[in-house]
DNA sequence: CCGATTTGACCCGT
DNA sequence: ACGGGTCAAATCGG
């Protein structure tokens, strides 16, 4: 309740106030702040403190004028592993406590491309194991700056057994990297860095999932995947996050000066590294996150129409 | 040559 | 003991 507040305000900011990359970065700032004391008041509501109330506070920053924005909420839970895994193996036990949701992202079938789509990140597969009961193999997948940057993001990608053109995303961590260079996305020429990036993409795709496609289309084809984002073991079982949605309406109005909002959040860290914290940090299993963004038009991956399935 | 993927072995929790 | 997750050597490919 409070946090779907929180949210339904801060999409209304964005929307009524038209932030453009042309606003002036004092007004983006004055109203993400707002947005954000509104969204941390829902959060106390919620009571959710426990855990909120351990993580530095959310910090917002208008990057630069291609209209990104960063918003990212370290934790301690970071350095933390980074030692552990300096140190020694500790990583299972780390396991538990790291942050993880699960996106279905469904790829229409027949549309030219079978397989997981790019999230703006690049991965770097590491393993892949058949899982009982699953009729198709589990792909293992780190951020590919886990080295270089010590992010510790991971994802795992398993397709569905039901539907085939469903792949079950489950990230675990959140992005510490500067991802903003490989991103197709983020990138000043999506087209052709998407195309060139995707390359291992598409590979894996088809190694993992056998079913190969053709490149060209993919840019393409994104546009009528659908994403469902939902959390999961994060602790609580409490239901005091009861599920909600933007209307897939809400963010297609056409305008693409006006999808600051979608197109900032989600390619930078709403997706990636954010959404965990701000979607839904302590939600049971039979809550989750729904997010539409419909024609996302600069979102070239082309996250779309998310509804709540339900699982 | 370098970075990504593959794949069997290994580790850990249950 | 078993299953899931990770490691790392071998392999691939640009």
Redesign the pocket.
Known sequence: MGVGHGMALLYWGLKCHHLSPSSSLEARQFLLDKILSSYEKSLSLLNWGAWVADQPKPTVGIVDSTHSFAISSPRSEVSDQDCK?EC??????K??TQSRWTEQVKVCSGTGLEGPLDDGF?????????????NF??????C?H?HSQGCLA?K?V?RSDEDRSIFEV?Y?GRHTCNQAS?SPVASPSPKNDFSKQS???C??Q???QDKPKPTEDIFVNFGSDCVQVKNEELGSKDDIFPSFSFPCTSFGNGDEENNIFTESMMENSFLGSFSPTFISPATSESNYFSMSACPLNSFAIGYQNVQTLGV
């Open positions: 895994e020694g193996r500790d990583v299972y036990k396991r538990k690049s991965w770097r597969k590491y393993g892949q194991k058949d899982i009982l009961g699953a193999p589990r792909g293992y997948y780190r590919t886990r991971t795992q398993q489950t675990r490989p390359k291992y993409h590979k894996q088809q190694q993992n």
